[in-house]
């Protein structure tokens, strides 16, 4: 089992600046891939960013050049560094961990939080 907590979001101008951050904890030994998707109201739940567990990262289109992940094996920890904010950024972001044991992989989420992104 994991656990996967996210912290860092808030309210923020356009054009500012949010870091966000998510710990795993529990059954870490096994964690790959770890990213971020977000949900705006009445929308699907969207890719924003992956990092494997060697650095490879993939970015949404829309987020390109303007949003960095980066992760800290040792702490179990992702970030999400988000910098020149658009109001269409305004989700709740979910933080994410795959685990897998042997040949099994299961999908850990957090509980979301909110980027509100003022025009």
């Known amino acids: 089992q994991v656990q996967v907590v996210e912290s860092g979001g808030g309210l923020v101008q356009a054009g500012g600046s949010l870091r966000l951050s998510c710990a795993a904890s529990g059954t870490t030994f096994g964690i790959s891939t770890m990213g971020w998707y977000r949900q705006a109201p009445g929308q699907q739940r969207e890719l924003v960013a992956t990092?494997?567990?060697?650095?490879?990262?993939n970015y949404a289109d829309s987020v390109k050049g303007r949003f960095t992940v980066s992760r800290d094996n040792a702490k179990n920890t992702v970030y999400l560094q988000m910098s020149s904010l658009k109001p269409e950024d305004t989700a709740v972001y979910f933080c994410y961990a795959d685990l897998w044991i042997v040949s099994t992989m299961s999908r850990y989420w957090g509980q979301g939080t909110q980027v509100t992104v003022s025009s």
């Open positions: 990092i494997g567990r060697g650095g490879t990262t």
